[in-house]
T-cell receptor, first 113, second 116 residues
């Protein structure tokens, strides 16, 4: 069975700092990769996704992620975070023809103004 | 993106009563909907996959008789927590999959259930 690992459970940054959240998955075949964000009191929203093509994916709100197949990774990055980026971030994977995503446990990001 | 509406957003009920949570896809048809449970500081755990017009497929360890799922139409799935107990208190999230485009899943805003 596939699994998704998010290494950073809690991240605290100051505004304008750079962000990188790790995500690794365990599946050797073709995968589709997602990053979701959950702002306080709100529902999950899709930040970006990778299905095929350019491994560097750009999403909303200045976020990007890079798929590195050899490392089974899909890390999320943002060059300069804002206070409004404070949220919970989830990495998810679908694979093997299944459209049911497997989620990582999430990373709580707090950005100090 | 597509909109999935979940109702209610929060509910408090007495132990032993049943609670129904609705999940609607507002601007697309969803033949498949998913129900998740999210514990504090933890990831989303898939409870069941709901297919329109057929029985839901439950994940291992999820009690079918306790968490009743009905997917009567292409835009509505319901989760009923029967004879709720305090340990059922949790955040329940539904998701609907779009059959068009890339088939990504869209999420409802979640329902916070507190059983007292």
């Amino acid at each position: 069975a596939q699994s998704v690992s998010q290494h950073n459970h809690h991240v605290i940054l100051s505004e304008a700092a750079s962000l990188e959240l790790g995500c690794n998955y365990s599946y050797g075949g073709t995968v589709n990769l997602f990053w979701y964000v959950q702002y306080p009191g709100q529902h999950l929203q899709l930040l970006l996704k990778y299905f095929s093509g350019d491994p560097l994916v750009k999403g909303i709100k200045g976020f990007e992620a890079e798929f590195i197949k050899s490392k089974f990774s899909f890390n999320l990055r943002k060059p300069s975070v804002q206070w409004s980026d404070t949220a919970e971030y989830f990495c998810a994977v679908t694979s093997g023809g299944s459209y049911i995503p497997t989620f990582g446990r999430g990373t709580s990001l707090i950005v100090h103004p | 993106g597509a909109v999935v509406s979940q109702h209610p957003s929060w509910v408090i009920c007495k132990s032993g009563t049943s609670v129904k949570i609705e999940c609607r896809s507002l601007d697309f048809q969803a033949t498949t909907m998913f129900w998740y449970r999210q514990f504090p500081k933890q990831s989303l755990m898939l409870m069941a996959t709901s297919n329109e017009g057929s029985k839901a497929t439950y994940e291992q360890g999820v009690e079918k008789d306790k968490f009743l799922i009905n997917h009567a139409s292409l835009t509505l799935s319901t989760l009923t927590v029967t004879s709720a107990h305090p340990e059922d208190s949790s955040f329940y999230i539904c998701s609907a999959r779009s059959e068009t485009g890339t088939g990504e899943a869209f999420f409802g805003q979640g329902t916070r259930l507190t059983v007292v």
